[in-house]
Nanobody, 121 residues
Framework: QVQLVESGGGLVQAGGSLRLACAAS????????MGWFRRAPGKARQFVAA????????YYADSVKGRFTISRDNAKNTVRLQMNSLKPEDTAVYYC??????????????WGQGTQVTVPS
């Protein structure tokens, strides 16, 4: 069992940066790949980034590649998403998830409650 709590969302101007964090509880955190997803108003949940259990492999959606960086610290049970050069289309609720590490929502077993990121146009 893994419980996930996101933090770090907020309002930022276009071109700015935010760093999201996801704190995990449970002794099995390091055995899971982790992912970040987002849901914009009126849209389906969308894959953003994923990282392997060791942190050695990362994977990004094309829309965020080169702007977002996912990282994890297994000693602190934390996964982060550094978001740079933010755009209005990045506005969404961001969720972290623990699971297989793919881009598929159904392959994640545990989800956080989400944190809002708003980039005004």
């Amino acid at each position: 069992q893994v419980q996930l709590v996101e933090s770090g969302g907020g309002l930022v101007q276009a071109g700015g940066s935010l760093r999201l964090a996801c704190a995990a509880s449970g002794r099995t955190f390091s055995s899971y790949a982790m992912g970040w997803f987002r849901r914009a108003p009126g849209k389906a949940r969308q894959f953003v980034a994923a990282i392997s259990w060791s942190g050695g492999s990362t994977y990004y959606a094309d829309s965020v590649k080169g702007r977002f960086t996912i990282s994890r610290d297994n000693a602190k049970n934390t996964v982060r998403l550094q978001m740079n050069s933010l755009k209005p289309e990045d506005t969404a609720v961001y969720y972290c998830a623990a699971g297989y590490g793919s881009s598929v929502v159904a392959e994640y077993d545990y989800w956080g409650q989400g944190t809002q990121v708003t980039v005004p146009s």
